[in-house]
């Protein structure tokens, strides 16, 4: 009976907390959506003329997003800002390109909506303008049926998408939510072009978004490490540039126990889906051991490529000459450098995802090239 009563009383107070939180929730939601009509109302009335002649500005607390909406229809301007500024976002509107331009100088946009046929500047003038004075901000085209081909022309332009109109608040709202979804992850994954020399796995994970080489490891013009044993042998794996530039692994092709390779000769080949990847051995001799640990757990490479996720283990027999081929400590972050820059040079417009910013780099940039691109780029970096 005690233990009936214990259960029905823990219960009754669950049931009690989650019905004070949903309410909470419904008076914070009420909270928010006074506030953002209020930011409404207010954006009618405040002249903003000294910064754009035809701006009109909502902005809200905390915004999800901020957006500038150009369209020389007043009509479609009002739509945006009611339906963007109700769900959470900060809003700015003009009627021409040129006033856009001049905000963009001024303020920090997350994104710009462009319509795309204007009296005095297009939609594609505004796209290819924004990207070069601002690549960081994504631009949306907005665009009637009969100019879909159009819109999609200005995606090579680096427009991000586009949206038909007319559309429907829900539209809107579903196509706001998947463009901040693909901003996010293009952050997210968005490389920087700095190289640092760690201690431990641990601090290489700290740095997820750097570029990183352990501390004693040497790396090859080819892009794998090697670690040398007092007893001669090597240890060998791809290093961080590779595993980041080439993203997500599916498979690892080990090299055959007990076959013979001199150093830049093919060694193994790391998969991903029907493509692959071929690397070359940083010192010369005889396959002595290889990871299947690390074939069974390739998440593991997420983490990092380095210590225990080697692939194959050489037993060296030139080492007298390979290993002076090999770079270590700043000579190692000075080729990671210069190949980092000219990986950047490389893939400058080769990516078929419109919202990339050229000279860019983010995890798995290979996937982004089409086969033809990709054989050049993985011929200039990964073969010695």
């Known amino acids: 009976m005690v233990i009936l009563l214990l259960f029905v009383s823990v219960v009754l107070f669950v049931l009690a907390d989650l019905a004070v939180r949903e309410t909470m929730r419904a008076l914070k939601d009420k909270r928010l959506r006074r506030e953002r009509e209020e930011a409404l109302t207010l954006s009618v009335n405040l002249d903003f003329s000294r910064e754009a002649r035809t701006l009109k500005r909502a902005e809200v607390k905390d915004p999800v997003a901020r957006i500038l909406c150009v369209d020389d229809e007043e009509v479609i301007l009002g739509s945006f800002r009611k339906i963007l500024v109700l769900d959470g976002c900060s809003v700015d509107t003009v009627e021409t390109g040129q006033e856009a331009l001049g905000l963009i100088q001024t303020h920090h946009y997350d994104f710009v909506f462009t319509d795309l046929k204007m009296p005095a500047m297009s939609g594609v003038e505004v796209v290819k303008a924004v990207k070069h004075m601002r690549p ?51 952050i997210e994954r968005q490389l920087k072009p700095t190289v640092h020399i760690t201690g431990s796995a641990a601090s290489e994970r700290a740095g997820a978004r750097e570029f990183n080489i352990p501390g004693g490891v040497m790396i090859s013009a080819g892009h794998c490490w090697a670690s040398l044993a007092q007893d001669g042998s090597v240890k060998v794996g791809i290093d961080d540039f590779a595993k980041k530039l080439i993203g997500p692994i599916d ?51 997420e983490m990092t490529p380095y210590h225990k996720n080697w692939v194959c283990v050489i037993e060296g027999d030139n080492l007298d000459v390979d290993v002076p ?60």
């Open 325 to 384: 081929a090999l770079k270590i400590g700043r000579s190692a972050v000075a080729l990671f450098q210069e190949d980092i820059d000219r990986f950047r040079a490389a893939v400058k417009g080769l990516a078929s995802n419109g919202s990339r910013i050229d000279g860019e780099l983010s995890v798995g940039e290979l996937q982004t090239l089409d086969d033809s691109s990709r054989e050049r780029i993985v011929g200039e970096f990964f073969r010695p």
């Open 251 to 301: 498979g690892v092709e080990f090299p055959n126990v007990g076959m013979t390779v001199k150093a830049g000769q093919p060694l193994f080949r790391v998969r991903q889906k029907h493509r692959s990847v071929q690397f070359h051995a940083p010192a010369g001799g005889k396959v002595v051991k290889v990871n299947q640990a690390l074939g069974d757990d390739l998440d593991a490479l």
């Open 136 to 186: 960081d901000i994504d631009v949306v085209i907005i665009t009637g049926y009969a100019s879909v081909d159009t819109a999609v022309e200005c995606m090579k332009h680096g427009a991000m998408d586009y949206i038909q109109k007319p559309f429907t608040e829900d539209e809107l709202l579903a196509f706001v939510k998947k463009a901040l979804h693909k901003r996010r992850d293009r």
